[in-house]
């Protein structure tokens, strides 16, 4: 019994040298393998990201191409539609601003603990779109005590975003209904404003250029130079898309309703 322990024991030893030879002979083999095809793959990858990356640089040229091209065909056709929208925007302001627009407002000393002055210089301009009138007030400042405010009315709105008009605010001046407001000149007697307003009361201030020759366009849609069947449709179904889009329920309002009929009618 105790020879066939030794014997069993003996025969293990060896044919554990020998699986463990086979073992460390194999890993040493597959370990040879796997770096040869490491390198073999690495080298299909490193020209394989070559070709990627050349590929893709060409594809993002390409895409860059064609949205510069794109680009400049959309800023190419954008007058059209800004003309189409300003137009748009003055037969909307025809039609439902000014039947009932005046060019009145108010303006009054601003009290802030101290009554100030306000003195009338000029009325400006006057026209049934606008009207601007300058007054002297006096302020809070040490030494510059008085000022001279341009104030008016326009029936264009800084929202129609299509002039500009001046507004600052802090003003001492209190005004009703007036859209336009600034401060022109600050001194320290009305004397002194009044001899300066006198100097340049003829220049014509920028803005008001502007405002005329929107006015210009104005008056043609109000002496009927868009009343035709196109433009009337396209008046009518921007209000169509207005009340569909923009007002809670617009589709129930009378109003809405009216529009559709009208649009039938044509």
């Given at each position: 019994?105790?020879?066939?322990?030794?014997?069993?024991?003996?025969?293990?030893?060896?044919?554990?040298?020998?699986?463990?030879?086979?073992?460390?002979?194999?890993?040493?083999?597959?370990?040879?393998?796997?770096?040869?095809?490491?390198?073999?793959?690495?080298?299909?990858?490193?020209?394989?990201?070559?070709?990627?990356?050349?590929?893709?640089?060409?594809?993002?040229?390409?895409?860059?191409?064609f949205?510069?091209?794109?680009?400049?065909?959309?800023?190419?056709?954008?007058?059209?539609?800004?003309?189409?929208?300003?137009?748009?925007?003055?037969?909307?302001?025809?039609?439902?601003?000014?039947?009932?627009?005046?060019?009145?407002?108010?303006?009054?000393?601003?009290?802030?603990?101290?009554?100030?002055?306000?003195?009338?210089?000029?009325?400006?301009v006057?026209?049934?779109?606008?009207?601007?009138?300058?007054?002297?007030?006096?302020?809070?400042?040490p030494?510059?005590?008085?000022?001279?405010v341009?104030?008016?009315?326009?029936?264009?709105?800084?929202?129609?975003?299509?002039?500009?008009l001046?507004?600052?605010?802090?003003?001492?001046v209190?005004?009703?209904?007036?859209?336009?407001?600034?401060?022109?000149?600050?001194?320290?007697?009305?004397?002194?404003?009044?001899?300066?307003?006198?100097?340049?009361?003829?220049?014509?201030?920028?803005?008001?250029?502007a405002?005329?020759?929107?006015?210009?366009?104005?008056?043609?849609?109000?002496?009927?130079?868009?009343?035709?069947?196109?433009?009337?449709?396209?008046?009518?179904?921007?209000?169509?898309?207005?009340?569909?889009?923009?007002?809670?329920?617009?589709?129930?309002?009378p109003?809405?309703?009216?529009?559709?009929?009208?649009?039938?009618?044509?």
């Amino acid at each position: 019994m105790d020879e066939y322990i030794i014997t069993e024991a003996r025969v293990a030893s060896e044919r554990i040298e020998i699986v463990r030879s086979q073992r460390d002979a194999k890993r040493a083999a597959i370990a040879k393998q796997t770096s040869e095809e490491t390198g073999r793959y690495n080298a299909v990858i490193n020209d394989l990201e070559s070709i990627k990356r050349e590929r893709l640089a060409d594809l993002w040229k390409q895409g860059e191409a064609f949205r510069t091209e794109a680009d400049e065909q959309i800023e190419a056709l954008y007058p059209a539609v800004h003309r189409f929208q300003h137009i748009l925007k003055l037969i909307r302001i025809a039609k439902e601003r000014l039947p009932a627009f005046t060019t009145d407002f108010e303006v009054e000393p601003h009290d802030r603990g101290t009554e100030y002055e306000l003195v009338f210089l000029e009325e400006i301009v006057s026209t049934p779109f606008l009207r601007v009138r300058v007054y002297i007030t006096g302020n809070d400042r040490p030494k510059n005590r008085y000022e001279v405010v341009v104030v008016g009315r326009s029936v264009f709105y800084s929202e129609d975003k299509l002039v500009a008009l001046p507004r600052d605010y802090g003003l001492n001046v209190r005004t009703n209904r007036a859209n336009v407001a600034f401060m022109l000149r600050v001194a320290p007697t009305v004397k002194e404003l009044s001899k300066w307003w006198e100097v340049v009361r003829n220049r014509k201030q920028e803005w008001i250029k502007a405002h005329e020759e929107l006015e210009a366009e104005l008056k043609e849609v109000v002496d009927g130079k868009y009343d035709t069947k196109e433009w009337t449709l396209a008046y009518l179904d921007d209000r169509k898309d207005y009340y569909e889009r923009y007002v809670s329920r617009g589709t129930d309002l009378p109003e809405y309703k009216a529009v559709l009929e009208q649009i039938d009618a044509l």
